[in-house]
């Protein structure tokens, strides 16, 4: 893996456990802002690889990315229904899998705003 690859990973996940840890309302840092609206483009573009091949760049988990990010306000699966992108939406629905107990209380839900 190249240096440069290294560097992204770490900083993102630097940036995600930083933003985690100091809540949504703090402002976000470009390389995960970045990330998030790739993925949030990709899971709109109906393509399901395009949509792998955005979250393996950034190192992020289908799992994760279908209970936590915010696109546009609706979450990612809701976000790509809306825009008839049923194969992607479908995927990250399968990634979410069988029943969890959570603690309604401490998700924390990740929002990114873009304009196409």
Known sequence: ?????????VALA????????SGASSA???QVERALV????????????????????YNLKAHDVALKVMCNGD??????????????????????GGVEIIDVAA??????NFVE
């Open 1 to 9: 893996m190249s240096t440069k690859v290294k560097t992204s990973v």
């Open 107 to 112: 998700t924390d839900k990740i929002y990114v």
């Open 28 to 30: 976000m840092d470009k």
């Open 38 to 57: 790739k993925v949030c483009k990709s899971a709109a573009s109906n393509k399901p690889i395009r949509m792998k091949v955005a979250m393996d760049d």
């Open 75 to 96: 979450d990612i699966i809701t976000f790509a229904e809306s825009r008839g992108a049923f194969k992607t939406a479908s995927r990250l629905q399968n990634s979410i």
């Open 14 to 21: 630097t940036g995600l456990s930083l933003m985690l840890a």
